[in-house]
């Protein structure tokens, strides 16, 4: 079971968001990499869910905030994309948005950010960005996940 480590913070909050979504779709893939999009003959027998280290950014100052018993509190913002890739026609469009669909769903319930708390993240936010095609029979959505850790010296 992952939980959020402050030494690794990227890898560590990266296998808890990981380990929660293979929970909700445990028969689709979610490699380390996005398959070449370039080929042509990319064919998925299953759609590709792909998370992505963004960015991260300080909530204080750079050295954190006093906690009242002689160690400093810091807070950052750490943002993760999901990429939904699915193969195929009419059928693959429709997997595409549901699967954006229960994403959001998911993760905007109170069990939701009570699990993530649990495991060290809070106010864990994901958004829906935009759907495309990036080329004959290719589909990829993008959604955006927000969320706040806190570092304690």
């Known amino acids: 079971m992952a939980t959020f480590d402050q030494t690794k913070y990227i890898e560590s909050t990266k296998a ?15 490699p380390l990499a996005l398959p070449d999009l370039g080929d042509d003959n990319l064919k998925l027998v ?8 963004n960015n991260s ?12 018993r002689g160690g400093r509190l810091k807070r950052k913002t750490i943002r993760y994309s999901f990429q939904v890739l699915t193969t195929g026609e ?12 229960k994403l959001e769903y998911e993760f905007s319930t109170v ?27 290719v589909h990829l959505a993008r959604l955006e996940l927000f969320a706040q850790i806190s570092f304690m010296n």
């Not at 009419?90 to 669909?101: F, M, P, W």
Request: net charge positive; proline share 3%.
């Open 46 to 53: 299953k759609p590709v869910i792909f998370i992505e280290f």
């Open 90 to 101: 009419n059928s693959a469009i429709l997997d595409r948005d549901r699967i954006a669909q």
């Open 57 to 68: 950014n300080n909530l204080d100052l750079d050295k954190g905030r006093n906690n009242g």
């Open 111 to 137: 069990a939701t950010s009570q699990y993530f708390a649990a495991k060290g993240l809070k106010d864990v936010d994901l958004r829906y960005m935009n759907s495309y095609r990036v080329r004959e029979g």
């Open 16 to 30: 808890v968001i990981k380990e929660y979504t293979r929970s909700l779709f445990p028969d689709y893939d979610i």
